[in-house]
């Protein structure tokens, strides 16, 4: 059956027909309804009256609609009219990768990227219980913009609703006879070899298929390829394909690595998550271009913030915590450990050790919303004795009984503080002041030097050295260090290799003392990782991280790569320490990020957060429409951007790309998609289309701004080869033009649009038509700048790290300070920092975010 152009199925009305298959024909078709074009695929006649195949074509429909994903096609309506059974979608502008192919291979990043796309779908498909088990390249779709879709589900097996998954589906239709175990199904190549073998296909063979595809993505041939389709199946059964790097020598080692996972014959060899796979080629895809963890666009440091940040509000979730037990991952049958809650009040420990005796644990807290300071407590004291020493952070305890402290830190984000390096009795007794602006710092086995951590010489780079003044390593482009630790014999400093400030994404790695510069990875890349320490032995590395989200589980790796786990706990988890006979002390933690202001009609502030990580970036100029991103766990696989008009009713999610700035109007968003190509997306906050901005030039965008006109955008971003800086461009063509020097961060465009604020070790303001930058007198490195006020006389200010925050108007031309206001919620315990407040040009009403992060300590025994 061909259906005209002008037939009417209900109320879509073909146009033109877009291809066939063997589950249907497919048209071109328009939604009188809502006035958008679809695409329909119609189930044939002659099919429609097989039960099997209508069954089929059903479930399609119901396991697609079920899976609400950016990289999956979606599906708008499931119906029969007049006897023609047919499925509305979503109508993609592009080309399926089948034809891609026959171009070529891709380049291998744009295959790395591909692939990232494509294993995320599999992971929320995965997740709901249903399995493609026919993934091809004819059934993936590379969309005009850049994205990946996985197509026709026509295949897919839903897990039962009694196989006690939560996130199982129960599509209705039950699956046809001819697709159960025992039957050979879907298409030769591609089949993993439980198919071919006729056995139940889970989530692994989607995970055998997919490495066939991104085999072929990279070469340009097919893993698995025969004279017959007989001998094709053979080859699946007991051969493997040629090597990558044989057909081209440029593929990385570790691409070849994630393919060759994903090819084992069997099951249980091969990766067991799309979760984890799309985090192991997001690793790789940092640590060739310098990007942004987990393929996401790195966050501008003038956010200075926020790249994933874990879950559940506050004290009840801490509550909790004491009654989630532990499971040992590598206890044999043994015992399991035991654990011991060692804090008990309302607030955040940054660090904690244990002292020589090995039963004293020193440990560093604000309570309350009190300033930091130290306290020591034991597993029989029940409560903890301050120190008397506040406003400090413990990095490291000497087996000589001293401490190494910041004073005065700003901390910036909850894993990154900066102050002054001190030394302090553990006896008691005046700190002795040693070097400015640290993050980190840990002793050497012997007590007399230090391994410490300070900023590098890019705006988010690192440096580690030891003893203070000799370089042993530092990082290039937005990678930074975290938990640098001393091995127990000296010869090496084991840190989180970060790709990406301040990300928190990051794999084990290890410099050896003796060989400047040499740094080697030792652990696969992790989601989110923080908390690390040497076992006592020297020959495993512990740290906390996560493949996905941000419930971290104990790791251990060897000085010869090998990963293991030691033990998993729900929630954020974050290692501190480890004792020389094997306890641990670990903090339990949740992280919340809220927004708070005044919005019409109110003159006093109150909440408007939504989920467990809302982060303001846009405030209308009447001040009626909030664009905020959502970060936390709450948002889902990566950091959707919501708009919310500010009465209080209920958030619209916008886009599943970060979001960075609202039009004047609110009737435009930005956003910074994931993977690449690199590229904004100007998103319509109403009825209209998405319009991609992109230049080859560009190998990164960090944030980006609207300028009045709304013809230009402002950016953050980086050339090949360049640092970071700030360009304006034209929507309409031409090529970005860069303002003011590398490193100068333009944050604050002024009302009408002729001037941006930055800030490059004070606050300059640049003529963004041309011009010299003028500094704002009276600012430092510190200040940043919020806000414009509307006659373009003042700056609003703030200063990061400090709550609450104090915002000044600050006059251009003379730098004269005047108090605003201060913004900081009524309960500021664990509340560690304020970020990017929101103000409008008239200065009535603004936003702001506020970062809450609490903690408990626990001692545990038992792991091994």
């Not at 074509?57 to 990289?71: G, I, M, Q, T």
């Not at 998550?273 to 790195?298: I, K, N, Q």
Request: net charge neutral; hydrophobic share 40%; with cysteine.
């Amino acid at each position: 059956m061909t259906l005209r152009p002008g037939t009417r199925l209900g109320p879509y009305e073909i146009e033109s027909p877009l291809g066939a298959g063997g589950m249907g024909e497919v048209y071109r078709a328009r939604d009188t309804r809502l006035g958008r074009a679809v695409a329909i695929k119609v189930l044939p006649g002659e099919l429609a009256g097989d039960a099997d195949r209508l069954a089929r074509f059903e479930r399609e429909a119901r396991a697609v609609a079920a899976l609400s994903h950016p990289n999956i096609v979606a599906i708008h309506d499931f119906r029969e009219e007049d006897g023609t059974v047919f499925a509305v979608t979503e109508l993609l502008a592009g080309q399926t990768l089948r034809e891609r192919l026959e171009h070529g291979p891709l380049p291998v990043p744009k295959a790395i990227d591909a692939g990232i796309q494509i294993a995320r779908g599999l992971a929320a498909a995965h997740q709901r219980g249903v399995v493609h088990r026919d993934l091809k390249p004819d059934n993936l779709f590379l969309c005009a913009d850049g994205q990946v879709k996985i197509l026709d589900f026509g295949l897919a097996k839903v897990a039962p609703s009694g196989s006690g998954d939560s996130e199982t589906l129960s599509l209705g239709a039950p699956e046809p006879r001819a697709t159960g175990p025992g039957v050979v199904m879907g298409t030769a190549g591609y089949m993993s070899p439980e198919q071919l073998r006729g056995l139940a296909a889970d989530h692994c063979s989607d995970l055998f298929s997919f490495g066939a595809v991104l085999y072929e993505m990279v070469s340009g041939q097919r893993a698995f390829r025969g004279p017959s389709a007989a001998e094709t199946m053979l080859a699946i059964l007991k051969e493997d394909p040629p090597d990558l790097s044989a057909i081209r020598p440029e593929v990385p080692p570790g691409l070849e690595r994630i393919v060759r996972h994903c090819l084992e014959k069997s099951p249980e060899q091969r990766l067991q998550s799309a979760h984890d796979l799309a985090f192991d080629l997001e690793g790789l895809a940092v640590s060739r271009s310098g990007a942004g963890s987990r393929a996401a666009p790195a966050l501008a440091p003038r956010r200075g913030r926020r790249a994933a940040l874990a879950a559940a509000a506050a004290a009840a979730l801490l509550a909790s915590y004491a009654a989630v037990y532990w499971l040992a991952a590598s206890n044999g049958g043994g015992p399991p450990p035991s654990y011991q809650r060692l804090t008990f009040r309302h607030g955040l420990v940054t660090g904690a050790r244990f002292a020589p005796d090995g039963q004293t644990i020193v440990y560093s807290a604000g309570w309350g919303g009190e300033p930091i300071e130290m306290f020591s407590t034991s597993r029989h004291a029940g409560e903890s004795r301050s120190f008397g020493l506040r406003d400090a952070v413990l990095l490291s305890l000497s087996r000589q009984e001293e401490m190494a402290v910041l004073l005065r830190p700003r901390i910036e984000q909850p894993w990154l503080a900066t102050g002054t390096l001190a030394r302090v009795p553990l006896t008691g007794g005046a700190p002795r002041e040693i070097l400015e602006n640290v993050n980190e710092a840990d002793w050497t086995p012997d007590g007399k030097a230090l391994a410490i951590v300070r900023p590098g010489r890019t705006v988010t780079g690192s440096r580690l050295e030891l003893p203070p003044g000799n370089l042993l390593y530092e990082t290039t482009g937005a990678e930074w260090i975290g938990n640098a630790r001393v091995s127990p014999d000296g010869g090496s400093v084991a840190f989180i290799d970060h790709p990406s400030s301040p990300d928190l994404a990051g794999a084990v790695a290890v410099v050896d003392v003796a060989a400047k510069g040499k740094k080697r990875i030792l652990s696969s890349t992790f989601g989110w990782a923080e908390g690390l320490a040497w076992h006592p032995e020297g020959r495993e590395v512990w740290f906390t991280a996560a493949r996905s989200g941000k419930a971290q589980a104990l790791h251990a790796v060897s000085l010869a790569g090998r990963e293991r786990l030691v033990a998993r706990a729900a929630g954020p988890l974050v290692l501190d320490d480890v004792s020389r006979d094997g306890r641990v002390l670990v903090r339990r933690q949740a992280w919340q990020f809220g927004v708070r202001g005044v919005f019409p009609p109110d003159a006093s502030e109150r909440e408007l957060s939504w989920l467990d990580g809302s982060v303001a970036t846009g405030l209308s100029a009447d001040g009626v429409i909030l664009l905020f991103d959502e970060l936390g766990e709450g948002g889902g696989d990566g950091y959707p951007a919501y708009l919310r008009r500010t009465d209080g009713s209920p958030p619209v999610r916008l886009s599943e790309d970060l979001g960075t700035a609202l039009s004047r109007d609110g009737r435009w968003a930005l956003t910074i998609p994931r993977g690449l190509p690199p590229r904004l997306v100007i998103v319509p906050t109403g009825p209209g289309e998405p319009r991609v901005f992109q230049h080859d030039r560009i190998r990164q965008y960090r944030w980006a701004f609207f300028l009045p006109d709304e013809m230009r955008l402002l950016f953050i971003g980086a050339e090949a080869g360049h640092a970071l800086r700030t360009y304006v461009a034209d929507l309409r063509g031409g090529v970005p033009r860069p303002l003011g020097p590398e490193g100068m961060r333009g944050d604050i465009v002024s009302p009408d649009g002729r001037l941006v604020a930055g800030t490059d070790n004070g606050i300059l303001v640049i003529p963004i038509d041309g011009g010299e930058p003028r500094p704002v007198p009276g600012t430092g490195p510190r200040d940043r700048p919020c806000g414009w006020s509307l006659d373009q006389r003042f700056l609003y200010t703030y200063q990061r790290g400090e709550v609450p925050a104090r915002v000044f108007r600050v006059e251009l031309t003379t730098g004269r300070r005047e108090p605003w206001r201060e913004l900081a919620p009524a309960d500021r315990a664990g509340v560690v920092s304020i970020v990017d407040p929101q103000i409008t040009p008239d200065g009535t009403h603004y936003a702001y975010s506020y970062l809450r992060a609490l903690s408990d300590l626990y001692l545990v025994e038992g792991l091994r």
